[in-house]
């Protein structure tokens, strides 16, 4: 039985289409830079958001009106809620989705019980998933919902909350493997502190990658092959989390010896959080070599605060394209839509407005993105801002034929630097409108 059988599968119409209904810009089959934009995007559908959350925040209940919902902590409820998923998956045509296991299935009383509840909503996600050919981008867990994970999982200063959130992950291992996932994402959920005080940070942070090897040890062992993810936030629920931005990610990964498992997944509304952009986070991962999965949303600047907004802005969605396409494109990655409607957003509806739009600002900021690297006219600029490197003494540099006394030499004798052009920010933004105007 369909939920929106008023709602035909979304078309591309082309920008001068006032259905708001449709596509004006992302047309899956058209071919940018030689692949289709399908294949640029890998756009995902976050579980969490679309089917669970409920409008509900620190100073009210929730508002979504969800008619599919029977109000029950069923199975056959849940069931259900994920064959409407994928109908609203195949009709926003999005290819690949992702979820925490307690979103898709109710937590029970026992871990068995829990365990059990998962396979029984995890076979209807097998049919689906099978029947429409969209796939699981990544799975992950919830290690933060239940309050045995108040002090953290991994990091927790509890060992018995380590082994339940241990149990949890290897189980979603499995589930990932037997629906054919793309990843697994580890997102600290309550990594973090609150408090210096009451806190041993280096054995949380020790711990955590312990917890991390495990995980890897476990995929191999039963065959799981797909990327692993961080995903970094810096704030909410703790104040200090360890996993604060890509750099300090990247940094963990690599004191621990987990840079050849894991990639980051980057979120925009914590890159934000963290005092980034998101166009700063992927190229930094991208200039490391870590560059995996993208959590597209946006944040409210004057909020502060994780909104989880749907991305709408084409400069940002511009940026992002252009770093992406710079780094190669998604590998085993996608856009998946870690978004949210708004509270007063409460109708069925506003779910397909909210993706329409989100697919729409990424297909055309890969137009722009594209025009831009095709003209080649902003590359130029900058080589040229860098062409002190590119012969003479910048170049013997970064041939490796200096030392400090070489150097040293070479200043004493030359007396001051040769000047350099100015930035020409300026420029560089009015170029940019050009593109996109
Ligand atoms: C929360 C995170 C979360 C992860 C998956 O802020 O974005 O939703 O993406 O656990
Ligand atoms: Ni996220
Ligand atoms: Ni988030």
New binding site residues.
């Given amino acids: 039985m369909s939920a929106f059988p008023e709602i035909s599968k979304i078309k591309f119409e082309g920008r001068e289409s006032k259905n708001n209904l449709a596509f004006r810009y992302y047309d899956e089959n058209e071919m940018v830079e030689g692949k289709p934009m399908r294949d640029h995007f890998r756009f995902s559908c976050a579980f969490w958001h679309t089917m669970r959350a409920s409008g509900s925040d620190p100073f009210g209940a929730g508002t979504m009106y969800r008619p599919w919902e029977d109000g029950t902590d069923s199975i056959a409820n849940a069931q259900n809620r994920v064959r409407v998923f994928f109908e609203i998956c195949e009709k926003l045509n999005l290819k690949y989705f992702s979820f925490h296991d307690r979103d898709i299935a109710p937590e029970g009383l026992t871990l068995a019980e829990s365990n059990n509840n998962l396979d029984e909503v995890v076979k209807v996600f097998k049919e689906e998933s099978d029947r429409t050919g969209i796939k699981l981008l990544w799975g992950t867990s919830n290690l933060f919902g239940n309050p045995r994970y108040m002090h953290g999982a991994a990091t927790s200063c509890n060992a018995d909350s380590f082994a339940y959130a241990a149990a949890q992950v290897k189980k979603m291992l499995e589930v990932t493997k037997e629906l054919d996932g793309l990843g697994y994402t580890f997102?600290g959920g309550r990594e973090g502190y609150q408090c210096i005080w009451n806190t041993d940070m280096k054995r949380e942070a020790d711990h955590l990658a312990q917890f991390m090897h495990m995980a890897i040890d476990y995929a191999k062992e039963i065959g799981f092959t797909g990327q692993f993810y961080f995903?970094p936030?810096p704030k909410?629920p703790t104040k200090h989390q360890y996993d604060y931005d890509c750099a300090a990610c990247i940094n963990f990964l690599r004191t621990y010896d987990l840079q050849d498992y894991v990639k980051m997944n980057i979120?925009t509304?914590?890159a934000t959080?963290a005092g980034h952009s998101v166009e700063h986070e992927m190229d930094y991962a991208g200039s490391q070599g870590f560059l995996g999965s993208v959590?597209a949303?946006s944040g409210d600047m004057l909020l502060g605060w994780?909104t989880?907004q749907f991305p709408t802005d084409v400069y940002m969605t511009t940026k992002m394209m252009l770093i992406l396409l710079k780094y190669g494109g998604f590998k085993t990655g996608g856009l998946n839509f870690?978004a949210k409607v708004r509270r007063e957003s409460f109708e069925p509806i506003d779910l397909f407005y909210a993706h329409i739009g989100g697919m729409d600002a990424f297909a055309l900021g890969l137009k722009i993105a594209a025009a831009m690297r095709a003209s080649g006219e902003i590359a130029e600029m900058v080589k040229d801002r860098y062409s002190s490197w590119d012969s003479g003494i910048g170049a013997e540099i970064e041939a490796g034929k200096h030392n400090f006394k070489s150097l040293s030499e070479y200043m004493l004798q030359k007396g001051e630097i040769s000047p350099c052009s100015s930035g020409h920010q300026e420029l560089f933004e009015n170029i940019v409108n050009r593109y996109m105007f």
Avoid: Y
Wanted: proline share 0%; charged share 60%.
């Fill in positions: 997102w995903e936030k909410e979120e509304n914590h959080l959590d949303n994780d989880d870690d």
